[in-house]
């Protein structure tokens, strides 16, 4: 389970994320929502250590988080995707997965280990490129992509390290309708095996409603409704707080 406790985060006077306490179980897929500046990617940055936090707790399976680095975390088993790609642009597509491989299997720079292992670190690099229909471009420069093949490069990257949770930050930002669906089966994919506890930050409501078993709203830092996909979205203070129009003719934008 990931649970934050009173997470908050202030900047000066301003208060970007308010005491934001809510638990994530494995096996659920939750779709964070609000207007822009709610404090959604915030948020995001005080889970996987990003940023550090005013006060609060981040707990995975019990364990407080809140004084690790994001590295740190990430072995403990938060996963990050961000809203822009975070690759290494100058090494082949192959190389950018093998080395998150590697990472996981904890061989670092173990020359002689990286050897003997090289072969079953580039079979699994491929079939993960494969998953995200990127294994025709193994050796392309991550930096050649287009923007829409970065995305799915950094869905492989992630689901290299294997983490327990998934932090997926507007995952479908920037591509093009034929791309979308791509990297849509991939995340349900890692919803159905049951094991993983998933975040997704996401505007398009149509992504929501389709994944999502849960939905939390923010709204100026704080926590302003949980609940199932369609309960919430009727909510007239979510209608306010998220389209920025009054309740009555609210439920015609949101469908």
């Not at 079953?120 to 930096?143: D, F, N, P, W, Y």
């Not at 492989?156 to 949770?165: E, F, G, N, T, Y």
């Amino acid at each position: 389970m990931l649970e934050t406790r009173n997470l908050t985060i202030r900047f000066g006077g301003h208060v970007a994320v308010d005491r934001v306490s809510c638990a994530f179980v494995p096996g659920s897929l939750t779709a964070i929502v609000g207007p822009n500046g709610a404090g959604k990617t915030t948020y995001f940055n005080l889970i996987s250590g990003q940023l550090p936090a005013s006060e609060g707790q981040v707990l995975l399976d019990g364990e407080d988080l809140s004084a690790l680095s994001a590295p740190l975390r990430t072995r403990k088993g938060l996963g990050r995707a961000f809203q822009l790609t975070q690759l290494f642009p100058h090494l082949p597509v192959l190389e950018n997965v093998r080395l998150a491989v590697q990472a996981r299997q904890g061989l670092g720079l173990k020359m002689l280990s990286v050897w003997v292992n090289h072969k079953a670190l580039i079979e699994e690099s491929m079939a993960l490129l494969e998953r995200v229909r990127l294994s025709s471009k193994a050796q392309a420069l991550a930096a050649s992509l287009p923007h829409g093949d970065q995305r799915k490069l950094e869905v492989a990257v992630l689901m290299a390290l294997q983490p327990k949770v998934y932090l997926f930050d507007e995952p479908t930002a920037g591509m093009s309708v034929d791309e979308v669906p791509v990297v849509l089966d991939l995340i349900r994919d890692l919803k159905r095996e049951g094991r993983h506890t998933i975040l997704l930050v996401e505007h398009k409501m149509d992504v929501v409603r389709e994944l999502a078993d849960r939905v939390i709203v923010l709204h100026q830092g704080a926590l302003v409704a949980d609940g199932a996909p369609a309960e919430v979205m009727a909510l007239p203070v979510v209608q306010e707080a998220y389209l920025g129009v009054a309740a009555t003719g609210a439920e015609e934008v949101v469908a």
